[in-house]
């Protein structure tokens, strides 16, 4: 007995449901990152040595300052920042995207209602006919080869990708708005530095003025003199100048009124910030794959992965089981007619020729995997360089400052005993004054040495991952 189109369909989806369950789901690519991240086995730069008495963890680094001034200027910045705003809408639209990918492998199911009603005159008597269908509809793709579901692992990884985006975001701004605070702080004490220098060359001066009448100094030193006074006069100008700029700098970052910051600032004015010190992991790997933006690369290439196998599972025949449930009224001029219909039955899509449409989808979708792959091993390589870079400018940071500590202590023996030798009269105020300017020499070295060892600290914060074990991004 020959069988029905029903039974052939039957027969048809138990078939392809059979190869699906003997091996026939598609496979995409799985990125391993213990695989793909493969520094060195240790950091060629200098690990910066432990103090035992300063050492933070590193989620609680910043608060390690001991600045509350800066933990709240973070704070306000971390607040309302337009960068971490739309990093945040990339995560709700990627979760969103996930919670669609995820809906497709369930069956849909929707309510549809119908009515029509209409009159033909051109036949005598007139026809007044009207109907009215209301009832459920549902469909539901069955997932043979494991597209549906591979669309949905890479939509999740999109979403944890945006999600180290937004901690990548985080982590930046924080540093961002360190490293300003730090360059205000040395422009507040370069500031002082300069008004002392300036202090001491108007001083330098006026002992000339007494001392050009009689006959003491030469004209030539004299202007020399008016020179040096003039220029210290403009330093402390320009760095005055400076320090503004670096305020509206901040009122950018933080978003906080300018007299409201400036107020903020006064408490802890031309104070230098002296950062904690913090573990560095000695192995490579390990801080590569701790840092957000490492991490976000990795589910980037996870998704596009995804693509792979989605892309391939297109290539083979789609079913789909639909089915409809309802109740009608039909009426022909006052004559009505009710009932119940329902249908159900398989849809199957075979694909038999598209001209090579789908092979070159797949092709698309290797070739942008393995751009993508590329492109992690290479940001890999900048990752190794920015810890690398950052261990030797901390490393060079603080020897110069040990030098220039040895320096500072010389200066400061070197003042003492020109004001003992003012007392006993074997110094002259000139004399001092010049050995004054050149302790104020050595503390400005000192600072710049400073601010160098801080902006070292908050680069090698940034290029191992900053505080990564903070919580993800919630909405």
């Not at 997932?143 to 990884?157: E, M, P, V, Y």
């Not at 083979?316 to 039955?345: D, E």
Request: hydrophobic share 45%; with cysteine; proline share 4%.
């Amino acid at each position: 007995m020959p069988k029905s189109s029903f039974q052939l369909a039957i027969s048809a989806v138990a078939a392809l449901a059979t190869l699906s369950l003997h091996g026939c789901w598609v496979t995409a690519p799985h990125p391993d990152a213990q695989a793909l991240v493969k520094p060195g086995p240790q950091w060629e730069a200098p690990l910066p040595a432990e103090e035992t008495n300063r050492v933070a963890s590193m989620a609680a680094w910043w608060a390690g300052w001991g600045d509350t001034v800066l933990t709240d200027l973070q704070a306000k910045a971390l607040q309302d920042n337009t960068s971490l705003a739309q990093a945040a809408a990339r995560i709700a639209q990627a979760r969103a995207d996930a919670a669609s990918a995820g809906a497709a492998l369930w069956p849909s199911v929707d309510l549809r209602v119908v009515y029509a009603s209409t009159r033909s005159p051109l036949q005598p008597p007139p026809v007044k006919q009207s109907y009215a269908i209301g009832g459920l509809d549902a469909r539901w793709e069955l997932d043979l080869f494991g597209g549906a579901s591979i669309t949905r692992s890479g939509a999740q990884a999109r979403v944890e990708a945006r999600e180290n985006e937004w901690q990548d975001a985080r982590i930046s701004l924080s540093a961002e708005v360190a490293n300003a605070y730090v360059a205000l702080r040395t422009c507040e004490i370069q500031q002082d530095i300069l008004q002392k220098v300036a202090n001491s060359q108007t001083l330098t001066q006026k002992l000339f003025q007494q001392r050009i009448g009689a006959g003491f100094i030469s004209a030539v030193e004299m202007a020399q003199s008016n020179t040096l006074l003039a220029n210290a006069l403009t330093q402390l100008q320009q760095q005055k100048t400076e320090c503004a700029i670096t305020v509206k700098s901040l009122v950018v970052l933080t978003g906080m009124p300018e007299p409201e910051l400036r107020s903020l600032l006064a408490t802890r004015a031309a104070q230098m910030p002296q950062p904690a010190s913090f573990v560095v992991e000695s192995v490579p790997a390990k801080v590569l794959l701790q840092r957000p933006d490492m991490r976000a690369a990795l589910q980037n290439l996870t998704a596009a992965a995804s693509e792979v196998g989605v892309a391939d599972a297109r290539r083979y025949p789609s079913l789909s089981l639909m089915g409809a449930v309802g109740r009608y009224t039909y009426s022909i001029n006052g004559q009505n007619q009710q009932g119940n219909s329902w249908f159900f039955g398989p849809v199957l899509d075979l694909p038999l020729f598209d001209a090579g449409t789908r092979r070159a989808a797949l092709d698309n979708a290797n070739a942008r995997y393995e751009e993508m792959l590329a492109a992690f091993k290479q940001k890999t390589l900048l990752a190794v360089k920015e810890v690398e870079e950052a261990l030797l400018r901390l490393d060079a940071a603080n020897q110069n400052l040990l030098q220039q500590q040895k320096i500072d202590e010389a200066q400061n023996i070197a003042m003492q005993a020109s004001e003992a030798g003012l007392k006993a009269g074997s110094y002259s105020v000139l004399e001092r004054e010049e050995v004054r300017r050149q302790q104020l020499t050595s503390q400005h070295q000192k600072l710049m040495l400073q601010r160098d060892q801080a902006a070292a600290w908050i680069a090698l914060y940034k290029a191992v991952g900053g505080d990564w074990q903070a919580e993800t991004k919630q909405e």
